[in-house]
Nanobody
Framework: QVQLVESGGGLVQAGGSLRLSCAAS????????MGWYRQAPGRERQFVAA????????YYSDSVKGRFTISRGNAKNTVSLQMNSLKPEDTAVYYC??????????????WGKGTLVTVSS
């Protein structure tokens, strides 16, 4: 069974940077489309960024475009999110998601447990 493990969250001051990573374990030969979502306290989970199964297409929410960069790693089914110019409103639990479909728009099927990002003002 495929599982996702996130790492890289933490506390950072506004204007700073963090890098999140996510790796799939469980031994699959399938290339997954992968992405990041976040959920702030009292709010619904929202889309942040995603990359297609082959890395050919990336997607960003308007709120992070120009500040965050998503990329696939060299290892199979790994993905990173480089977050620059962080703002207090970026504070949330960030979840890694994956789907065996071509991209995230079909809906993520596997989720990690999340990693907390806190941006202080």
């Amino acid at each position: 069974q495929v599982q996702l493990v996130e790492s890289g969250g933490g506390l950072v001051q506004a204007g700073g940077s963090l890098r999140l990573s996510c790796a799939a374990s469980g031994g699959t030969s399938t290339d997954y489309a992968m992405g990041w979502y976040r959920q702030a306290p009292g709010r619904e989970r929202q889309f942040v960024a995603a990359v297609s199964w082959n890395g050919g297409t990336v997607y960003y929410s308007d709120s992070v475009k120009g500040r965050f960069t998503i990329s696939r790693g060299n290892a199979k089914n790994t993905v990173s999110l480089q977050m620059n110019s962080l703002k207090p409103e970026d504070t949330a639990v960030y979840y890694c998601g994956a789907t065996p479909r071509s991209d995230h728009r079909y809906g993520m099927e596997i989720w990690g447990k999340g990693t907390l990002v806190t941006v202080s003002s």
